[in-house]
């Protein structure tokens, strides 16, 4: 039997051989990269002086491999999986590497302050907010363990597979589509999660979802065909910035497979380029459950023994799910791996332990005394507001059509699908405040807001087991309601009400809900049907009809079906709904959603909007796609708005032109009728907790909007290559888009102007180890305060190959008072990854000497300041970057 699992080990090592050597080969790598490159160690050196200390490190790893050495061969795999058990007889405690997710914000505990998306924080270009932001969410973060000991390792941020075709259902959680902003804003997304202190990590972050992850629908089982300089020039810069500048210490393999090869099962991306080249120091794990995949539906593997240990051989230390735990065992008994692989795989996971202070008495930690009541506090409440703030960007603002004067204002009709909610966006926790445009715009002029419904976040007490939780829709749902579980609401008045609705989903059989007055076993009012829809976040109303009740009453909701959840519920409401009161002195704010995001038109509801806007002076219309069109495991089919929503549009404009059009999306949408028509356009993609506050400040001029588009945002589908072809060149993104976007990359407008003046060079000539100084002056001209983000771009010498027209290597957001001036100083080295490409015959990065041209502007189509810079090197100089000290661009405004 032995001598049989040897021979097909043979033979499955000899075609992973050839395999890994192929991957290799076809991404332009020498299968002898596998040894270490003296140059790695310059870049080691750097980068650890930023994190932990190499000190710090080594002794982590041997108190590790202490606690390694001492284990069984069960014990060393019951320790590879997200929940790892504890060991009594060494005291070693159970550990959860899944503590949740930290992409926005916790989603861990019953409240976390909610920042907006990756994608809209990257509309800020702010590094210095993305750090502050970070910060207080691993503060949370350390908050939570101090109390509950809950765990500090969370599988986000950053993720890292960047917005390269909007129809991906995660663009929201990339922050861009730039390797050079995407990889400056993760860096600080890192260090913000993992602190600054030498000896011990705050938390664990997590680069995911390593790497050509960018389809959903098929991410199980796609392989993504990636030719080399794509890979190199366009899909590794941000991991490796994360790794180089950043110190990361968890990455996450892709369930997708590349070029063939699962990525969980990719020694070349796992080990070779994650350890060797880039000296990575942390642990990989994979996707939930990737190593099963890698069996089926990859079928890469024969069985899930030979799965779990390829896994473990090309570098994946960890398993979200249970296919180590449970299949290692037979991996080792069928000599397919070795007891040394999963030794160092359990050493990984535990220094990562020791360098979380895990095993160190607290008070030598410093994160131990972070109190929990910075959890949601107002300091962090402010800076939500300040990101949502930063987050904003305005699109289109024709004749100064904003700001609008609050004073002018007589009636404001708030409408559209999104208007009532606060969307924050998938992985999203359950911030104590949160604002939408109605909410924020109603209070900013001083009126009461009125709501016709009750939301499931003001129930009064439900049965053990009911939670709240984020729903699509931006509110939140009652989840986790089982057979004979209840849920108490306040009062309310039953007076000349004729029927009672409920806003619900199932995506189990649907079931029913009985309501009762006062008390849990009190007079029955109605029961309600719920159906199945499909998914916990597919919504729609149901309704049962009202008789002869009057006065006030408490509601009491009883569930009934069959075993498991049953349902949510969003909301409950009384029709025929009562009119808003009416406030003597303030503006009158009536709000109509219209329609909703997805589905068909309802006459009642569209024709109730158009009324609202006829009679309004201004129509604050807000608009989007939300997780019902495209999140994870879903990728969406079109770019533009779903359901109703562009007729909707169409009709109020033509009865108010007077619109603004309000974009609480979390992807960018193709809107060529809305860009053409509509006065004014503001971009507010799942800008956090806050959001209605924020955009009721820049409607009304109390906030000037400063953001700029991290993205291209396209006119149609038409404008797009195929989905699944990841040649960065054939179109994508700004770098190789050839034709006319609806907004380019890096566009933003402000209600002040700005003028960009005054480009100085240190020096016209650049060689290997040197790097140049460039500067601008930009001075605000207008009346208002706001903020200007310079923007630096490359355009390489003319070279033997096709490469980017232009691109990003340095910008600085600017906050400037009316008629101020600042210079923006940007170092530029030689080793910019703008100036290196890939060369598909050497297999190397190499630099093409000639004349380059740098230019400043305020966005990829705004170009105003163009200096000539001669990059002196021997023809076909085959380096790398890696290897130069400078590797990032840095600026200073002064």
Same mark, same amino acid.
């Given at each position: 039997?032995?001598?049989?699992?040897?021979?097909?080990?043979?033979?499955?090592?000899?075609?992973?051989?050839?395999?890994?050597?192929?991957?290799?080969?076809?991404?332009?790598?020498?299968?002898?990269?596998?040894?270490?490159?003296?140059?790695?160690?310059?870049?080691?050196?750097?980068?650890?002086?930023?994190?932990?200390?190499?000190?710090?490190?080594?002794?982590?790893?041997?108190?590790?491999?202490?606690?390694?050495?001492?284990?069984?061969?069960?014990?060393?795999?019951?320790?590879?999986?997200?929940?790892?058990?504890?060991?009594?007889?060494?005291?070693?405690?159970?550990?959860?590497?899944?503590?949740?997710?930290?992409?926005?914000?916790?989603?861990?505990?019953?409240?976390?302050?909610?920042?907006?998306?990756?994608?809209?924080?990257?509309?800020?270009?702010?590094?210095?907010?993305?750090?502050?932001?970070?910060?207080?969410?691993?503060?949370?973060?350390?908050?939570?363990?101090?109390?509950?000991?809950?765990?500090?390792?969370?599988?986000?941020?950053?993720?890292?597979?960047?917005?390269?075709?909007?129809?991906?259902?995660?663009?929201?959680?990339?922050?861009?589509?730039?390797?050079?902003?995407?990889?400056?804003?993760?860096?600080?997304?890192?260090?913000?999660?993992?602190?600054?202190?030498?000896?011990?990590?705050?938390?664990?972050?997590?680069?995911?979802?390593?790497?050509?992850?960018?389809?959903?629908?098929?991410?199980?089982?796609?392989?993504? !065909?990636?030719?080399?300089?794509? #890979?190199?020039?366009?899909?590794?810069? %941000?991991? *490796? +910035?994360?790794? @180089? =500048?950043?110190?990361?210490?968890?990455?996450?393999?892709?369930?997708?497979?590349?070029?063939?090869?699962?990525?969980?099962?990719?020694?070349?991306?796992?080990?070779?380029?994650?350890?060797?080249?880039?000296?990575?120091?942390?642990?990989?794990?994979?996707?939930?459950?990737?190593?099963?995949?890698?069996?089926?539906?990859?079928?890469?593997?024969?069985?899930?023994?030979?799965?779990?240990?390829?896994?473990?051989?090309?570098?994946?230390?960890?398993?979200?799910?249970?296919?180590?735990?449970?299949?290692?065992?037979?991996?080792?008994?069928?000599?397919?791996?070795?007891?040394?692989?999963?030794?160092?795989?359990?050493?990984?996971?535990?220094?990562?332990?020791?360098?979380?202070?895990?095993?160190?008495?607290?008070?030598?930690? !410093?994160?131990?005394?972070?109190? #929990?009541?910075?959890?949601?506090?107002? %300091?962090? *409440? +402010?800076?939500? @507001? =300040?990101?949502?703030?930063?987050?904003?960007?305005?699109?289109?603002?024709?004749?100064?059509?904003?700001?609008?004067?609050?004073?002018?204002?007589?009636?404001?009709?708030?409408?559209?699908?999104?208007?009532?909610?606060?969307?924050?966006?998938?992985?999203?926790?359950?911030?104590?405040?949160?604002?939408?445009?109605?909410?924020?715009?109603?209070?900013?002029?001083?009126?009461?807001?009125?709501?016709?419904?009750?939301?499931?976040?003001?129930?009064?007490?439900?049965?053990?087991?009911?939670?709240?939780?984020?729903?699509?829709?931006?509110?939140?749902?009652?989840?986790?309601?089982?057979?004979?579980?209840?849920?108490?609401?306040?009062?309310?008045?039953?007076?000349?009400?004729?029927?009672?609705?409920?806003?619900?989903?199932?995506?189990?059989?649907?079931?029913?809900?009985?309501?009762?007055?006062?008390?849990?076993?009190?007079?029955?009012?109605?029961?309600?049907?719920?159906?199945?829809?499909?998914?916990?976040?597919?919504?729609?109303?149901?309704?049962?009809?009202?008789?002869?009740?009057?006065?006030?009453?408490?509601?009491?909701?009883?569930?009934?079906?069959?075993?498991?959840?049953?349902?949510?519920?969003?909301?409950?409401?009384?029709?025929?709904?009562?009119?808003?009161?009416?406030?003597?002195?303030?503006?009158?704010?009536?709000?109509?959603?219209?329609?909703?995001?997805?589905?068909?038109?309802?006459?009642?509801?569209?024709?109730?909007?158009?009324?609202?806007?006829?009679?309004?002076?201004?129509?604050?219309?807000?608009?989007?796609?939300?997780?019902?069109?495209?999140?994870?495991?879903?990728?969406?089919?079109?770019?533009?708005?779903?359901?109703?929503?562009?007729?909707?549009?169409?009709?109020?404009?033509?009865?108010?032109?007077?619109?603004?059009?309000?974009?609480?999306?979390?992807?960018?949408?193709?809107?060529?009728?809305?860009?053409?028509?509509?006065?004014?356009?503001?971009?507010?993609?799942?800008?956090?907790?806050?959001?209605?506050?924020?955009?009721?400040?820049?409607?009304?001029?109390?906030?000037?909007?400063?953001?700029?588009?991290?993205?291209?945002?396209?006119?149609?589908?038409?404008?797009?290559?195929?989905?699944?072809?990841?040649?960065?060149?054939?179109?994508?993104?700004?770098?190789?888009?050839?034709?006319?976007?609806?907004?380019?990359?890096?566009?933003?407008?402000?209600?002040?102007?700005?003028?960009?003046?005054?480009?100085?060079?240190?020096?016209?000539?650049?060689?290997?180890?040197?790097?140049?100084?460039?500067?601008?002056?930009?001075?605000?001209?207008?009346?208002?305060?706001?903020?200007?983000?310079?923007?630096?771009?490359?355009?390489?010498?003319?070279?033997?190959?096709?490469?980017?027209?232009?691109?990003?290597?340095?910008?600085?957001?600017?906050?400037?008072?009316?008629?101020?001036?600042?210079?923006?100083?940007?170092?530029?080295?030689?080793?910019?990854?703008?100036?290196?490409?890939?060369?598909?015959?050497?297999?190397?990065?190499?630099?093409?000497?000639?004349?380059?041209?740098?230019?400043?502007?305020?966005?990829?189509?705004?170009?105003?300041?163009?200096?000539?810079?001669?990059?002196?090197?021997?023809?076909?100089?085959?380096?790398?970057?890696?290897?130069?000290?400078?590797?990032?661009?840095?600026?200073?405004?002064?």
């Amino acid at each position: 039997m032995k001598l049989e699992a040897a021979s097909e080990l043979n033979r499955r090592e000899f075609l992973s051989t050839l395999t890994q050597a192929a991957a290799l080969l076809a991404l332009g790598v020498s299968p002898g990269l596998r040894a270490a490159e003296p140059y790695l160690l310059r870049g080691r050196e750097a980068r650890w002086r930023l994190g932990i200390s190499k000190a710090a490190y080594r002794r982590a790893r041997k108190r590790a491999q202490a606690w390694v050495e001492r284990m069984t061969l069960d014990e060393k795999i019951s320790q590879l999986g997200a929940q790892s058990p504890g060991i009594e007889r060494l005291k070693l405690p159970a550990y959860n590497y899944y503590t949740g997710e930290a992409l926005h914000g916790l989603t861990r505990g019953p409240l976390a302050t909610s920042f907006p998306v990756p994608l809209a924080l990257a509309a800020t270009w702010n590094p210095d907010l993305i750090l502050r932001i970070y910060t207080a969410i691993s503060d949370e973060a350390r908050a939570y363990d101090n109390r509950e000991k809950i765990g500090l390792s969370y599988y986000s941020p950053p993720t890292l597979n960047l917005h390269r075709d909007p129809r991906w259902g995660r663009c929201e959680e990339a922050p861009g589509e730039d390797p050079c902003l995407a990889g400056t804003i993760a860096v600080q997304m890192v260090r913000g999660m993992q602190g600054d202190h030498p000896h011990y990590l705050k938390t664990t972050a997590c680069s995911k979802h390593f790497i050509c992850n960018n389809t959903d629908d098929d991410r199980t089982s796609i392989s993504a !065909p990636v030719d080399e300089r794509s #890979f190199w020039e366009y899909y590794t810069r %941000a991991y *490796r +910035a994360t790794i @180089l =500048e950043g110190d990361v210490f968890s990455v996450m393999g892709a369930y997708s497979a590349l070029n063939g090869i699962p990525c969980c099962a990719n020694h070349f991306l796992l080990t070779d380029l994650l350890r060797r080249r880039w000296g990575f120091r942390g642990y990989v794990t994979s996707d939930c459950d990737a190593i099963d995949n890698i069996y089926n539906p990859h079928h890469y593997a024969a069985t899930l023994p030979i799965a779990a240990a390829m896994a473990v051989q090309a570098g994946c230390d960890l398993n979200c799910g249970g296919t180590l735990q449970h299949h290692l065992k037979a991996a080792v008994n069928e000599e397919l791996i070795g007891e040394d692989d999963i030794g160092r795989a359990a050493t990984r996971l535990l220094t990562a332990r020791h360098l979380l202070g895990l095993f160190d008495p607290p008070e030598k930690v !410093p994160y131990t005394r972070i109190p #929990f009541e910075v959890v949601d506090c107002a %300091a962090h *409440r +402010a800076l939500a @507001l =300040e990101a949502a703030r930063q987050s904003l960007v305005l699109l289109k603002n024709d004749s100064r059509f904003l700001p609008w004067d609050k004073a002018a204002l007589k009636k404001v009709a708030v409408i559209g699908p999104m208007a009532g909610a606060c969307h924050l966006g998938g992985y999203s926790g359950s911030p104590g405040a949160r604002v939408s445009p109605y909410q924020g715009i109603a209070e900013s002029l001083g009126v009461a807001i009125y709501r016709p419904y009750l939301s499931a976040s003001e129930k009064v007490a439900a049965s053990p087991g009911i939670r709240l939780q984020a729903s699509s829709e931006g509110e939140q749902n009652l989840a986790f309601i089982t057979d004979d579980s209840w849920a108490e609401f306040p009062k309310a008045d039953f007076t000349g009400k004729t029927e009672f609705e409920a806003r619900v989903s199932s995506a189990a059989k649907g079931g029913r809900i009985e309501v009762h007055l006062d008390r849990l076993d009190g007079p029955l009012a109605c029961t309600l049907t719920v159906p199945a829809t499909g998914d916990w976040q597919h919504w729609t109303n149901v309704t049962a009809p009202l008789a002869g009740l009057s006065g006030e009453h408490a509601i009491f909701l009883r569930f009934r079906g069959g075993g498991g959840d049953l349902l949510n519920v969003e909301r409950l409401q009384l029709n025929p709904v009562s009119p808003p009161p009416v406030q003597p002195g303030r503006p009158e704010v009536v709000f109509q959603p219209g329609c909703t995001v997805v589905g068909e038109k309802d006459e009642k509801m569209f024709q109730e909007a158009v009324d609202a806007a006829r009679e309004a002076d201004v129509v604050v219309l807000v608009c989007g796609v939300t997780q019902e069109v495209d999140r994870e495991g879903h990728d969406r089919e079109t770019i533009g708005l779903t359901g109703a929503q562009p007729e909707l549009i169409q009709a109020l404009y033509a009865v108010n032109p007077k619109i603004v059009l309000v974009l609480s999306t979390n992807n960018s949408v193709a809107i060529n009728w809305e860009q053409e028509h509509l006065p004014a356009i503001l971009g507010a993609v799942c800008a956090g907790q806050a959001q209605g506050t924020a955009i009721a400040e820049a409607l009304f001029g109390d906030c000037n909007p400063g953001g700029k588009l991290p993205c291209t945002w396209y006119r149609s589908l038409d404008q797009l290559p195929p989905f699944h072809d990841y040649d960065i060149r054939k179109g994508r993104t700004y770098l190789y888009f050839e034709g006319e976007p609806l907004y380019p990359f890096g566009h933003g407008l402000s209600y002040t102007t700005f003028q960009l003046d005054g480009l100085r060079m240190e020096t016209n000539v650049l060689g290997p180890d040197e790097k140049t100084r460039i500067s601008a002056t930009v001075t605000n001209t207008g009346q208002r305060a706001g903020a200007e983000v310079v923007q630096l771009y490359v355009t390489p010498p003319p070279s033997p190959v096709k490469r980017p027209g232009k691109q990003l290597a340095g910008f600085q957001r600017v906050e400037l008072r009316p008629g101020e001036r600042k210079t923006v100083t940007f170092e530029l080295p030689f080793a910019d990854q703008a100036f290196w490409y890939w060369d598909e015959t050497a297999r190397r990065f190499v630099v093409q000497p000639g004349l380059a041209k740098v230019h400043i502007g305020n966005s990829s189509a705004n170009l105003l300041l163009t200096g000539e810079l001669t990059l002196k090197a021997p023809a076909g100089t085959h380096a790398d970057p890696d290897t130069l000290r400078g590797v990032a661009v840095t600026c200073r405004v002064s």
